[in-house]
């Protein structure tokens, strides 16, 4: 049996501007994807997903080199998944190989928005001994930093140049790491979705502008000293943002009378984990709102080990 793992992601700085250009800072989660593929000669793919706690959340079965869906739970998942399984067999030249067992075990709840898709593209390209970003552009639309964050053990900094990925591995854990927290609004959204939303709304904006203030935007994140210097960075990026997809900030929405620090979306606005600053007392704010899922940066995000 072979067994292939991937990191989770959360994206920083330049949501939506990521697929534009922008400069981004994302960050590895501890918590991530789990694959377990065993060869069996037999001509049969039998693929299992499992949650976090252990229980079978889709499973399917394919005949066939071409992947004839035999059965399956979620007939739109299995034809997804084996769209992707078909793009990482013809970049391998395996197409004869697709037989076996596969289980994969997410590491959190399906819909905390830590890339089960990513995590997921990432483990079936290590064990097809491919390019994950090759395998993620040959089926996906997004910028690929989640496929990014999937193979790096630090925090990255992600710009896409003329389709072309630039990836720095980075070492950020700012002196004031204990000050941030993530809160999870239990909001999903469809990434998919709302790319196509914001590719519609570009039209109005000044795209080269926003670009170029979201990049200034990160690097003012990157390089903050203090928690007040990135507040304002935070903020100044929240409300850009807001501007150029006509949305109101997460702030505006649901926590207009949150005093303790500032509060920035991550990835698509509306849903999923928001990043949060301020005291143990202002999470206690959150909670007491109906807000349990609060994580703090030591025990979320992945740092690289010191040898």
């Known amino acids: 049996m072979k067994t292939f793992r991937a990191n989770g992601k959360l994206l920083i700085s330049g949501e939506y501007t990521i697929l534009d250009g922008s400069l981004s800072l994302a960050l590895p989660t501890q918590r991530g994807q789990v694959l377990h593929y065993k060869y069996i000669n ?3 793919l039998h693929w299992r997903s499992l949650d ?3 229980e079978t959340w889709f499973e399917v079965k394919f005949k066939g080199s071409e992947l004839t869906i035999l059965d399956s739970s979620d007939d739109r998942k299995a034809e997804m998944l084996k769209k992707i399984l078909l793009a990482a ?4 030249n395996t197409e004869n190989e697709l037989r076996g067992e596969v289980t994969t075990a ?9 890339g089960s898709s990513s995590t997921l593209l990432c483990c079936v390209a290590k064990c097809f001994e491919i390019d994950p970003m090759k395998l993620h552009f040959e089926v996906s639309n997004g910028s690929g930093y989640d496929i990014a964050c999937g193979l790096n053990d630090s925090a990255i900094t992600y710009q896409l140049e003329d389709g072309l990925a630039e990836v720095n591995k980075i ?3 700012p002196s ?5 927290f993530f809160v999870y609004l239990n909001k999903k959204q469809k990434s998919s979705s709302e790319v196509s939303k914001y590719q519609d709304r570009k039209s109005s904006v000044n795209m080269k502008e926003a670009v170029a203030s979201v990049s200034t935007l990160t690097r003012a994140m990157l390089n903050a000293q203090t928690i007040e210097d990135f507040n304002k960075a935070m903020n100044d990026h929240e409300m850009l943002m807001s501007s150029v997809l006509g949305y109101p900030t997460v702030k505006q929405l649901y926590f207009s009378d949150y005093k303790g620090g500032e509060l920035k979306s ?5 849903g999923d984990f928001i990043l949060a600053t301020g005291t143990a007392e202002n999470r206690a704010y959150f909670a007491k709102k109906g807000y349990a899922v609060i994580h703090e940066f030591d025990s979320f995000i992945l740092q690289p080990k010191i040898s």
Do not use: C, M, Y
């Open 42 to 44: 037999q001509d049969i």
């Open 52 to 54: 976090v706690k252990g």
């Open 89 to 92: 067999a013809r970049l391998s």
């Open 106 to 114: 997410l590491e959190f709840p399906t819909d905390w928005g830590l």
């Open 171 to 173: 070492n950020w854990k």
């Open 176 to 180: 004031f790491h204990k000050s941030l």
């Open 266 to 270: 991550l990835g698509a606005w509306g």
